[in-house]
């Protein structure tokens, strides 16, 4: 069984930083991309950001400049620093992971809530 944790979410003010978490357990036996979605209330889902098993990072346009995603294969963990936090970026942040386990499978969390006030 393969499970996605994530953590660091919370409230935070315009400007201001956050740093999410996701951890990825259970039977693995490889990690391939690790993603960052995120969903706004009447919004559909999209990527936020993406990151292979080398290190080669991808990033949605709205948060170039602003959001560094990184990962620790020793921790098959995923992380999401989230700097100069504007409004619109609240949303439930989810983490998604295409695990080997042995079969192929894109895995999800649970979600976390961000949220940026003005």
């Known amino acids: 069984q393969v499970q996605l944790v994530e953590s660091g979410g919370g409230l935070v003010q315009a400007g201001g930083s956050l740093r999410l978490s996701c951890a990825a357990s259970?039977?693995?036996?490889?990690?391939?991309?690790m993603d960052w979605f995120r969903q706004a209330p009447g919004k559909q889902r999209e990527l936020v950001a993406s990151?292979?098993?080398?290190?080669?990072?991808t990033y949605a346009d709205s948060v170039k400049g602003r959001f560094t995603i990184s990962r620790d294969n020793a921790k098959n963990t995923v992380y999401l620093q989230m700097n100069s936090l504007k409004p619109e970026d609240t949303a439930v942040y989810y983490c998604?992971?295409?695990?080997?386990?042995?079969?192929?499978?894109?895995?999800w969390g649970q979600g976390t809530q961000v949220t940026v006030s003005s």
């Open positions: 998604a992971a295409e695990i080997i386990s042995p079969h192929v499978y894109k895995y």
């Open positions: 990151i292979t098993a080398g290190g080669r990072s």
């Open positions: 259970g039977s693995i036996l490889r990690i391939n991309d």
